[in-house]
């Protein structure tokens, strides 16, 4: 559906007639009123989409809820024995330093959460803006700057992440900023190509016709027509880098000071989880990870059916 | 296939390259931290030992000199000696490279197979059950880490029914004197699991994109007159679809080669397979910068050479990039 856009405000609009601008005004309202309903419907009718909504609202419940109920001190060591069993009162068992296993789930949701969200955060801001102003400037700007980000592209992520992390230190902070650092070229990619389409439109020209700004028409027409087409992507950058955290913390590339589900996953890989039998330092913990992520991952196709009419039509 | 489109592609081949030898160059000597400290593990307080120690290094020379010293131990593979095997960083690393490789080449055509196949049943039945199953099922796995799917695995079949070994690429303590029977028996079950678990944690991405353009080809004009000219389903798809359907999924694989050679470190680690992801991670505990660059640089430049090879071979596949 395309856009509604908020002619009443025009200064064309107010030299209307009173009555012809009511008029206006009600039938935009009537417009924008049946796109919300069409979106609604649209969402809902989406199974997906719902499913990993439900299943990500459970996450943001575990981890700004159950907190308040349920009490963990991550320096509370030796609570139990080493990789101790599962126990009444602590029932998902104990990680190699003697810790409650079910406070690490439980606050890690916090972690993963905020990895996720601020990553993605970090990548929207330097792919919009690396996006955008490469298909706007033009010219000799966006051939420097998509050879680079495409260099980038090509060199794979990981090794890079070891080695940032090993100059820079393994706090969470630096952790979130590595993982951002690294991930956005795909999203610089797709918001250049969507700026060159949305680019060529005639209201775009309309508006540079009607003299607005170039700053203007990129702020005003260009980024929130851009920002829809990418969304469904950055959902998808948001499983991205839980999992890419969850790898690092796999590998020891992590900051022991927070609790994190791929800390419990390094301690199982350490300990002999897998051989000596302790389900608990592994299996919970890796669900979590795979729910977590797999809500991203409904989210994201379902909104990109929703956000894109090329794949509703089928 | 024209010289020129051979020249642009080495051009822009040699220009990554430069990029990302510039970029290692930045990364290891600009950033904050001591230098000295990263070239020779020692942290140097006494003025006099340090000047000598910077000399020793080049690291007294003006930043372009150092730069041209630089890019031409990269060229050499003149990398140093490693803080944590007290050798040549090279020679260390030539044997691991191999393995990762191994390791690659048995689990990413697998998971090729599973999803080009996959993603073509899928698009044949666009909008019916079996698809919504195959697409769910595939973005669920694509929320697993690999090296959970792994632990699992090797829970199941490792532990629990014994059948693959647990850890290592050969047995410990048998000596192989050349490549034998013997020897690509035992390679064999101990890749298996880490191998299988790699491709069944990869395929969707291949999946997603050959259901994709499969069902985008669908509507495509030729595909009504192929039906026109009274060819049968099965013929029209596998004679007029997925043919087509391979360009963008060919294009994908190119694209994600880089993850052959990187994307099983988790795995490698879990698996104590001898690869390069073990010896990064543990060049990271140990502060190992000489292997770190080298490791960093050497995977970069495979996937650089890797892409030009596949570039170039692109042409023969899909004739449009010919023209251009």
């Known amino acids: 559906m395309e856009n509604i856009k908020n002619t009443a405000n025009t200064p064309e609009a107010q030299q209307l007639s009173p009555e012809l601008l009511e008029q206006l005004k009600q039938r935009e309202k009537e417009l924008r009123a049946r796109k919300r309903k069409m979106n609604m419907k649209l969402f809902f009718g989406n199974k997906r989409a719902v499913f990993g909504c439900c299943l990500l609202a459970c996450f943001f419940i575990l981890a700004f809820v159950v907190p308040l109920f349920y009490e963990y001190d991550h320096e509370a060591y030796a609570l139990g024995p080493r990789v101790g069993a599962p126990t009444p009162e602590y029932p998902l068992g104990f990680d190699e330093l003697g810790r409650d296993v079910l406070g690490i789930l439980i606050y890690g949701a916090k972690a993963s959460l905020a990895i996720g969200v601020f990553v993605t955060l970090i990548i929207a801001v330097i792919g919009t803006v690396v996006g955008i102003s490469s298909a706007y400037i033009g010219g000799l700007y966006d051939t420097i700057v998509m050879r680079i980000t495409e260099a980038f592209m090509m060199v794979p992520s990981l090794p890079l992440m070891l080695v940032l992390a090993a100059i820079v230190g393994q706090n969470f902070t630096n952790i979130i900023w590595i993982l951002g650092l690294t ?5 610089a990619r797709l918001v250049r190509s969507q700026t060159l389409s949305i680019k060529q439109r005639t209201y775009i020209e309309r508006a ?11 702020f005003k027409h260009i980024l929130p027509n851009v920002f829809p087409l990418i969304f469904a992507e950055l959902v998808l950058t948001v499983q991205n880098a839980i999992i890419s955290e969850t ?3 796999f590998l020891g590339i992590g900051d022991p000071s927070v609790p994190t589900w791929g800390q419990l996953l390094r301690s199982a890989r350490q300990q002999g989880a897998v051989s000596g039998g302790a389900l608990w330092l592994f299996l919970p913990a890796g669900l979590c990870i795979v729910l977590l992520a797999a809500s991203f991952v409904f989210i994201g196709y379902g909104f990109d059916e929703i956000l894109n009419p090329k794949l509703r039509r089928r | 296939m024209s010289l020129r489109y051979l020249s642009k592609r080495l051009m822009y081949t040699l220009f990554v390259f430069l990029f990302v030898v510039t970029f290692n160059f930045v990364l290891f000597r600009l950033m904050p931290g001591d230098p000295v400290a990263m070239l020779s593990k020692e942290i140097v307080s006494d003025p006099e030992a340090r000047a000598a120690m910077e000399k020793l290094y080049g690291l007294d020379k003006p930043l372009p000199i150092q730069f041209l010293n630089y890019l031409k131990s990269m060229i050499t593979f003149d990398f140093g000696q490693s803080f944590q095997y007290r050798e040549d960083v090279w020679t260390v690393l030539k044997d691991k490279i191999a393995n990762t490789l191994i390791l690659g080449a048995a689990s990413v055509p697998l998971s090729i197979i599973i999803g080009v196949v996959g993603g073509i049943i899928a698009g044949a039945h666009h909008g019916k ?4 199953g195959i697409t769910s099922f595939t973005m669920l796995v ?9 632990m699992i695995f090797l829970l199941i079949f490792g532990v629990k029914l014994g059948w693959a070994p647990f850890n290592g690429m050969l047995t410990a303590g048998v000596q192989y004197n050349s490549v034998n029977w013997a020897y690509l028996k035992d390679l064999f079950r101990h890749l298996a699991l880490p191998a299988i678990s790699y491709a069944l944690a990869c395929f969707g991405s291949y999946l997603m994109i050959m259901r994709g353009s499969i069902v985008d080809i669908y509507g495509e004009d030729f595909v009504l007159t192929a039906r026109a000219k009274g060819l049968s389903e099965r013929q029209v798809r596998n004679r007029h679809i997925v043919p087509n359907a391979m360009l963008p999924t060919t294009n994908m694989i190119v694209m994600s080669l880089a993850f052959i050679i990187t994307g099983a470190f988790s795995i490698e680690v879990l698996f104590t397979w001898p690869g390069m992801g073990r010896v990064m991670v543990d060049s990271v505990m140990r502060r190992d910068y000489p292997m770190l660059q080298a490791s960093n640089y050497i995977i970069a430049l495979m996937v650089i050479i890797a892409n030009f090879v596949l570039d170039i071979l692109y042409t023969y596949i899909d004739p449009r990039v010919r023209v251009e």
């Open chain 2, 142 to 150: 694509y929320a697993v880490p690999s090296f959970w799917l792994a």
């Open chain 1, 183 to 187: 991930g956005w070229t795909g999203t």
């Open chain 2, 129 to 132: 059950k079996l698809d919504i």
């Open chain 1, 208 to 218: 540079r016709a009607v003299g607005a700004s170039e700053s203007y028409i990129m």
């Open chain 1, 247 to 249: 790898t690092l913390a």
